[in-house]
């Protein structure tokens, strides 16, 4: 597994990390619980090393779940990534969703982020955390009181690394002027590239890792998407219009102008779009989020592989010609 630098720190991670959105099972329709399990600990086998969770996946239920699985696990071989500032227990903040029955805010504020941190901590069954993200900007708090909270927290070892997630320049900036940020993790794949503009050459310039979510487009770029898929209730991508037949049959036919590609590297499509997320300019980590063993397994390859300037250069090409 290729291996990086994340940011300015010393810490190092696997080019392809794992995504536990989808193992808490809220906005996608529920969750096997032991598959999880057992998709977590067959990724670590593959040579992952970075974990990315969430308390706002599952309510806690993600961040249990990664839990089981790391425990007797050497823990200085693992890189744990969680979120705060996404909370369901109190109504201050900036209303961000109502799922299952509840409001989830956005709070920031140190006194939040303190109670956040040790439910984290407990539900993982660790005593630190490496990677601490804020989940979501919250505009009712000062980015300065909250960087100067997460600052605090990794003085006292609690945190190795501060990140963010859905942050624009602006507020990376905020964030600069009163401490070092470590990583920013936006949404970016194949058919999400807005970050070229501005956020990935930001980064690149400040050294702050890119670890990229959705890097296969909620399944999207795995090319295995038939345009007659059904998707349940509670599954965020029902109705999207993204996730439509007519959609999904425009999506796989550009991605079987990639089978020459494949077949170069020896990959199948999945691998194929998380090979390209790794080896774009300024990407640090590919998340790629799985729900069992078989999974984990399928989409390791993607992560040992690096494709040369001239093979980008013909996907842009064909990407190009298929919008």
Known sequence: MITRQLGQTAIMVSALGLGTWAMGGTWWGGTDEAEAVAGIQRALDEGVTLIDTAPAYGFGLAEELVGQAIRGRERSTLVIATKVGLVWHTEEGHHHAHVDGRHIMRNLRPLMIRHEIEQSLRRLGTDYIDLYQTHWQDPTTPIAETM?????????GKIRAIGVSNAS??????????????????????LDRDIENDILPFCRAQQIAVL??????????????SPDRQFPEGDVRRGNPRFSPESIRRVNAMLARFAPIRDRYRLDQAQLSIAWTISRP?????????????????????????LNEDTLAEMDRIMAASS
């Open 212 to 225: 990229s979510y959705s890097s296969l487009g909620m399944g999207l770029l795995s090319g295995s998407m």
């Open 282 to 306: 300024g990407v640090t980590c590919a998340l790629v989020g799985v729900r069992n063993a078989q999974q984990a397994a399928a989409i390791a390859p993607g992560g040992r592989v690096m």
């Open 148 to 156: 100067g909270e997460l600052l605090r927290l990794r003085d006292e």
């Open 169 to 190: 320049v602006a507020q990376m900036q905020e964030y600069l002027a009163v401490g070092r940020l470590d990583a920013c993790q936006p949404k970016y794949n194949m």
